[in-house]
């Protein structure tokens, strides 16, 4: 599902639950943004890293929002682990 659904999230991330092919890819979007509050990203970040984690797909986009792949595996990256401090 292109974007996680964005912005219907939550049924994005349910539909992923339930049904064994279907996936939830990331791309074109920056990672740093995902927690923010009121982002609307708030059930993939809930689920992403526990029910469907095996269903979350990132890739860079990288050329569509103009940074470097680096860079925004770095956010990923962060992203990740900010969230495992906080549970």
Not at 10 to 19: D, P, R, T
Not at 55 to 65: E, R
């Amino acid at each position: 599902m292109s974007h996680a659904g964005y912005p219907w999230v939550l049924e994005a991330c349910l539909i992923a639950w339930k049904h064994p092919n279907v996936y939830l890819e990331l791309g074109a979007h920056r990672p740093q943004y995902f927690a923010a509050p009121g982002a609307g990203w708030e059930p993939l970040i809930r689920f992403g890293q526990t029910t469907i984690a095996d269903k979350v797909l990132f890739g860079t986009g990288a050329f569509l929002i103009n940074r470097p792949c680096p860079e925004l595996c770095h956010e990923v990256r962060a992203l990740v682990h900010q969230d495992a401090l906080e549970a």
